[in-house]
């Protein structure tokens, strides 16, 4: 049961222009989401976030959407720079049973940003 | 501020062995996390540690695996015997007692032969 979805595996864009990379999910319960970026070899790094009770968050070039009625989200990337290229993975965060935070995780989608 | 340490980065074992990781998280972050990440899959949560309590092992394999936080501050995962289908990362992360966002380390990677 995978409870948040990342449908695009890959995506290929080029350098200066957006990367958008979607995410889906299915619990009502989930009141705070994370996009992490990642390189091979590292940890997930994380990028930005958004609470539930926004449906927008801006970081630089990285701006996070929520649209909770569809519940979706996006993270914009503008301008794509080659550094980008990484694998970017959207985890939903809710209280489990003992009031504590537990974070769901999509597959992750691989960006490549070609010069 | 430094972020969270992982040791070894690299481990290389053969089936039925065992091995240990180490996790020191931020400074301050009582929350303590250890995943599971298989190539081309999202991090698995194994254990969740609240301070030295545990508050989310339900997806650790506990014929195989343990872990411990003594003092609530650094912990360790172990795998007794090792099988070959837990050739994977080993990810630590950590964060604000109640805080929203998780912090990773760089991972351990596992191979089983």
């Known amino acids: 049961d995978q409870q948040v979805k990342q449908n695009s595996p890959s995506l290929s864009v080029q350098e200066g222009r957006i990367s958008i990379l979607n995410c889906d999910y299915t619990?009502?319960?989930?009141?705070?989401f994370l996009w992490y970026k990642k390189y091979p070899a590292e940890g997930p790094t994380f990028l930005i976030s958004i609470s539930s009770i926004k449906d927008k968050n801006e970081d630089g070039r990285f701006t996070v959407f929520l649209n909770k009625s569809a519940k979706h989200l996006s993270l914009h990337i503008v301008p794509s720079q080659p550094g980008d290229s990484a694998v970017y993975f959207c985890a939903a965060s809710r209280y489990n049973a003992g009031n504590n935070r537990k974070l769901i995780w999509g597959l992750g989608t691989s960006l490549a940003v070609n010069p | 501020e430094a972020g969270v340490a992982q040791s070894p980065r690299y481990k290389i074992i053969e089936k039925r062995q065992s091995v240990a990781f180490w996790c020191n998280p931020i400074s301050g972050h009582a929350t303590l996390y250890w995943y599971q990440q298989i190539l081309g899959q999202g991090p698995k949560l194994l254990i969740q540690f609240q301070n030295n309590g545990v508050v989310d092992d339900s997806q650790l394999p506990k014929d195989r695996f343990s872990a411990e936080r003594l003092k609530g501050v650094d912990s360790t995962l172990k795998i007794q015997p090792a099988k070959l289908e837990d050739s994977a990362v080993y990810l630590c992360?950590?964060?604000?007692?109640?805080?929203?966002?998780?912090?990773f380390g760089p991972g351990t990677r596992l191979l089983v032969l």
């Open positions: 619990n009502s319960m989930f009141d705070y």
């Open positions: 992360a950590s964060s604000l007692a109640g805080g929203e966002t998780q912090y």
